[in-house]
């Protein structure tokens, strides 16, 4: 069989070549990607490490763990590689919140807190600092020089590197054993072996040293990567879809996505899926070729499973050859333009230098390296299912070749016969068009073929593009929401004390810098929503707030039962100017955000709450509908305030009507309602004239700038700094590095997608030739009949093409449903429920589309003139 | 006299250098209107060379061809191709039809490529009637026997009332009723149309039948023997 298969390969040679060559383009595409996305994971998890700290787990653990957790201890279950410990000393508040830590050296080293000048204090007055909090506290001194904190003297004899997101932690200084503080317990910070599961080994450690799952707190940004947590088991995820009231096809979607990398794995699925259609179908079209040659063996006594055998050998050989070519290849081409394009699934390098100004916390710089790493699993993988794919493949092409007749098999396509018996000549019907109609469509398994194949490349650029498109809308807002409009500098009040903030004669200064273009500002206070028990949603969500114990402590809750039918729900109330209010248009999910409509009248605009899976509700209200919101009468209050649970006299209490229903607040605060793992808390918001009249507040809580074009940069954050100096804890964050590396991340995004879709294209093009190919010339026979009665060559072209432009026409109709009908639903599905866009406004650009459906056509064409050409230079007695 | 076809010292070699092969040498031959006349040779005599080269399906080596009076070496590959479909009829072994159109389009097909030429569906149909398949004409050629394919040829080749009829082997598939039957409709149609038609067999009893026979042999044209009078004579076809 082998000997066979080896002969059919050898006079075959163009099919032959075609199998092989569609084997290695698509081992390529599927290895090239996955080492790629794998490549990403890799780095993402390495920078994470950068950014949150090399560790897996901290625990408030007891005196036999402290004392005999060492790194490198190998245990039953778990293998610690590295333990710290940290405890905090002291606090003071004035004038930032700081923390004064004893560390080890291990801890030091697993969070990059390594000292950069100078040595670690040992005294009891010595301090350890870094740049960003000797910046914010106008310490211009070096080592050896005095510090005053908290009204204490302390020598500085170290300088440690800044931490990563500095702007999210408290700051901190590090002193030594002898530091005249308060004993407190010390944390166990620990990182277990990579190699094993993590949630594993934590599970073993907690048994081993009788440790609660409660006191342990995992480094999420690095522990999901690693399997921090274990995961729920399919069965129970889909039994919970199924069974609960709160199942359905999303929550399935969304577990396999966080706990069993749905995006990684199906991707590399439907990769695979795609290479074995296109295998499959170069293959069927090399093997009807060769029908009426099986149908001969056949009758010559060769059983089917013969047949069967030397077709898979024939594919098996080819694969063995082609696969490891294809994945050599593959992963070769991208290692080359890794380092240009490393970071295009990576959500951002975090960059290994320290920040240009040292006063200034600078989120999210670029410039970190990013290493190619080979996914050797998906590649072991996805051969091993194509291995068994392509035995699959080879019975079902015996299975279909045995449900012809030997006769049929030999005696070729007779499809045609079973239409209706018209004689076209009567109807004045063109046989030209007639005859190259009939030769399209008498296959239909062909011509669904071809047109698959043609509209594939085509969907998946379609695809590509609207991700990519409204991929750019959600990273502009995402930026505008996280960040406020995208602006490039934003000073902040380093506080949870609502009257901390920064004066309007500061701002009025800010604005007037002539670096600066755009300077929004925005007013802050921390306010209650006053809804009907009933309208409450999502109870649960808000059970889980209220156990946050910093919210329970702080406000008694976040979601308080007020024994009159009522619920106060803690929410954060805004006060836009005209130019943040506006941008807020594109947020907008029901009614208007009309800056004029807010400082007239009694409205506002309310912050939409969203579920886990995308989708918005405000309470059941819509614009139109009054809402009561309770805020402090003083932001100079007392902290029992804020609980709202205080004598009515403390509040204002007043009545408002939605304007409008947004998806997200711009500019958000992070002191109050969106701390620890929180974010996008309950906004309600208002205009700048709103906040001033109703409850009185003049000064801003934040203020975000962006620098006209060519200004200098370092200059105007330096002018910022000089502003801002006398406004007690206030702090400015740059967020040039953090635009621009996101900026560069979706431009490399897009053209990483737009180049694997232009491969997918190219991959389908090769089939289309491939497929064109084969039709017209399966036709040769009957072309050289037409010839010899007397069509021209140029009818016989204008017949061809025709032939190829309707084809491409077909494929458009094909695409433009495929993509309105199923396609886009799913993308938009996708979007909006599995990684949650905030929005879903940007269409397909008209051109791409005319673009792709002009391609098709051009395609279509040049297919099937290559052959033509081939046709009409053959002699005609020979092929009739 | 006036010729149809008129061969010219006609010479065909395939192959290069010291694979060369002399397929016709120095043929010389006419064909008159109204004249049934057939080529017989054994096996790569170069009779079917010599029947392509007639119908402008291949070019000569050497020498010149004229249909008509016109020498058909002189046109570009566009006017042959018009020249042909409007004067030449071919009927070849195989039946050569189109398998994806039924009996009346297959014969229809060849008036269809002349733009804004008129399909006279009464002609069609005469001579489906004629050769005896209009009941079939809703048939496909894989629907039919061999000789009914062929009649299907035939009335195809007739359709555009050719100058002249080539037949390549006409009854070279078909039983010995058939070919019978099958001679007998083109012996009928040289008759009732006046057509011309030259027919290569190797099937000498068939050729007897036929106004006159040309011997080929090696390349050459051996003989030519008239078998009956001229047409408009008493025993013409």
């Known amino acids: 069989m ?58 408030d653990a007891g005196e036999e763990a402290l004392s005999s957790v060492r790194a490198g201890q190998q245990e039953e279950g778990f293998t610690v590689e590295q333990c710290g410990r940290l405890t905090v000393r002291d606090m003071v508040s004035e004038p930032y919140k700081i923390y004064f830590v004893d560390a080890d050296e291990s801890f030091r080293k697993m969070t990059h807190r390594e000292l950069v000048e100078g040595i670690y204090p040992s005294g009891a007055d010595e301090i350890a600092v870094d740049r960003y909090t000797l910046g914010n506290l106008g310490f211009s001194g070096g080592v050896g020089d005095v510090l005053c904190l908290g009204g204490k003297e302390y020598t500085l004899t170290g300088i440690v590197k800044s931490a990563w997101a500095a702007g999210s932690d408290e700051m901190v200084v590090f002193v030594g054993e002898r530091f005249q503080g308060q004993e407190s317990h010390p944390l166990l910070y620990l990182r277990f072996d990579e190699g094993e599961k993590l949630y594993k080994q934590l599970e073993a450690f907690c048994r081993q040293y009788g440790i609660s799952w409660d006191s342990v707190t995992a480094n999420d940004e690095v522990t999901r990567y690693l399997d921090g947590e274990r995961p729920d088991s399919i069965y129970d995820i889909v039994k919970f879809a199924l069974t609960d009231e709160r199942g ?43 029908a009426a040659e099986y149908g001969m063996m056949q009758t010559l006594g060769i059983s089917g499973a013969a047949i069967g055998g030397t077709l898979i050998l024939e594919l098996w050989t080819l694969f063995l050859a082609g696969y490891p070519t294809g994945c050599l290849l593959g992963n070769g081409v991208l290692q080359l333009f890794y380092r240009k394009f490393g970071n295009v699934f990576s959500a951002g390098t975090a960059g290994k230098g320290q920040s240009v100004l040292p006063g200034a916390d600078q989120i999210l710089g670029s410039g970190g390296t990013s290493d190619f790493y080979v996914a050797f699993g998906p590649m072991a993988a996805g051969f091993f299912f194509l291995f068994a794919a392509l035995a699959f493949v080879g019975w079902l092409t015996v299975h279909s070749m045995q449900k012809k007749s030997i006769r049929q098999a030999m005696g070729g396509d007779a499809s045609f ?13 063109s046989l030209v068009s007639v005859t190259a109609g009939k030769f399209m469509f008498s296959n239909k398994k062909r011509v669904i073929g071809i047109l698959l194949s043609l509209s594939i490349g085509g969907c998946i650029f379609l695809c590509t593009t609207y991700m990519t498109e409204n991929l750019k809308v959600h990273a502009e807002m995402s930026m505008k929401s996280d960040d406020g409009l995208g602006s490039e500098y934003r000073v902040s009040v380093k506080s949870d004390t609502l009257s901390d903030t920064i004066p ?54 976040i979601c308080v039962d007020r024994g009159d039918g009522t619920c106060g729900i803690k929410y954060d109330v805004y006060g836009y100017d005209e130019g943040m209010l506006e941008q807020l248009g594109g947020f907008v999910l029901e009614g208007e955000a009309d800056p004029e409509g807010l400082t007239q009248g009694d409205q506002v605009i309310a912050v939409a709450n969203m579920d886990g899976q995308g989708n918005y509700n405000f309470y059941g209200k819509h614009p139109g509908d009054t809402i009561t919101l309770r805020v402090p009468k003083q932001l100079d209050c007392l902290e029992e305030v804020l609980k709202f649970q205080s004598p009515e006299e403390n509040y204002i209490v007043k009545e408002f009507e939605i304007g409008a229903i947004v998806s997200r607040a711009l500019a958000q605060e992070d002191a109050y309602l969106n701390v620890n793992s929180w974010s996008n808390a ?85 089939h289309i030739m491939n497929s064109m190919n084969y039709s017209i010339l399966s036709r040769r026979r009957e072309y ?45 599905y996708y979007m909006s429920h599995v990684v949650q866009f905030l929005h879903l406004t940007s269409g397909i650009p008209g051109g791409i589309m005319a673009g792709i459906m002009i391609l098709n056509i051009l395609i279509a064409a040049a297919a099937v003139v290559i052959p033509a050409r081939k046709i009409g230079k053959s002699d005609i007695v020979s092929v009739i | 006299m006036k010729y149809i076809l008129e061969l010219r010292h006609v010479q065909k070699i395939y192959g290069e250098k010291e694979n060369q092969v002399e397929a016709l040498k120095n043929i010389d031959m006419q064909v008159k209107e109204g004249e049934f006349a057939a080529i017989v040779g054994t096996s790569g005599s170069g009779k079917s060379t010599l029947l392509n080269l007639a119908g402008g399906l291949d070019t000569p080596t050497g020498g010149r061809i004229y249909i008509k009076g016109r020498e058909i070496g002189s046109l570009t590959r566009k006017e042959l191709t018009i020249f042909r479909r409007r004067n030449i009829g071919f009927v070849f072994q195989n039946y050569s039809l189109m398998p994806v159109l039924n009996v009346y389009d297959n014969v229809a097909l060849p008036v269809t490529f002349d733009r804004g030429s008129h399909i006279s569906h009464k002609y069609i149909e005469e001579l489906l009637r004629e050769l005896g398949i209009w009941e079939k004409r809703k048939k496909y050629p894989s629907e039919l026997s061999g000789g009914q394919q062929q009649r299907v040829a035939i009335a195809r080749a007739l359709v555009n009332k050719p100058a002249i009829l080539l037949a390549d082997e006409p009854t070279g598939n078909l039983d010995s009723g058939t070919t019978v039957e099958v001679i007998g409709l083109l012996k009928a149609s040289c008759r009732k149309y006046n057509q011309t038609i030259l027919m290569v067999t190797h099937n000498e009893a068939i050729a007897q039948t036929c106004d006159r026979i040309i011997h080929i042999e090696d390349g050459r044209v051996t003989a030519g023997a008239r078998l009956f009078q001229e047409k408009g004579g008493d025993g013409a076809c």
């Open chain 1, 2 to 59: 082998l000997k066979l298969a080896c002969q059919y390969m050898r006079y075959y040679k163009s099919q032959t070549f075609a199998i092989l060559a569609s084997m290695i383009l698509t081992a390529a595409l599927l290895s090239g990607v996955s080492s790629l996305m794998y490549s990403s994971q890799r780095n993402d998890l390495e920078n994470n490490k950068f950014v949150y700290g090399n560790w897996h787990y901290y625990l």
């Open chain 1, 248 to 290: 359905n096809f999303t929550y399935i979607i969304l577990k396999l996505q966080s706990e069993y990398h749905l995006a990684f794995y199906g991707m590399i699925l439907l990769l695979g899926i795609f290479s074995l259609f296109i295998i499959y179908s170069i293959f069927q079209i090399s093997v009807s070729r060769r």
């Open chain 1, 417 to 429: 016969l079973k239409g209706r018996r018209r004689i076209y000549s009567r109807r004045n019907r």
């Open chain 1, 504 to 557: 309007e004669a500061v701002v009025d200064e800010i604005r007037k810098m002539p670096e600066l273009g755009q300077v929004y500002g925005t007013k802050y206070v921390l306010g209650e929503l006053i809804i009907r028990e009933q309208e409450l949603e999502w109870d649960e969500y808000f059970d889980e707030r209220n156990k946050d114990s910093l919210f329970l402590e702080r406000y008694g809750g």
């Open chain 1, 682 to 766: 309950e906004s309600i918001i208002m205009s700048n004239e709103q906040m001033r009249g109703v409850y009185g507040i003049r000064d801003y809580s934040f203020v975000n700038a962006s620098a006209i074009d060519g200004a200098d940069r370092e200059q105007a954050a330096g002018e910022m700094l000089e502003r801002i100096r006398d406004v007690p804890r206030a702090v400015l964050k740059d967020y040039t590095s953090a635009i621009e590396n996101q900026k560069k991340y979706l431009k490399q995004q897009q053209f990483f997608f737009s180049a694997i879709a232009v491969v997918l294209l190219i991959i389908s093009l090769f």
């Open chain 1, 784 to 828: 050289g009949i037409i010839r010899a009665m007397g069509i021209t060559d140029t009818g016989f072209y204008r017949m061809i093409l025709g032939t190829g432009i309707m084809y491409g026409v077909l494929a458009d109709v094909f695409i433009f449903l495929i993509y309105h009908i199923v396609l886009r639903r799913f993308m938009d």
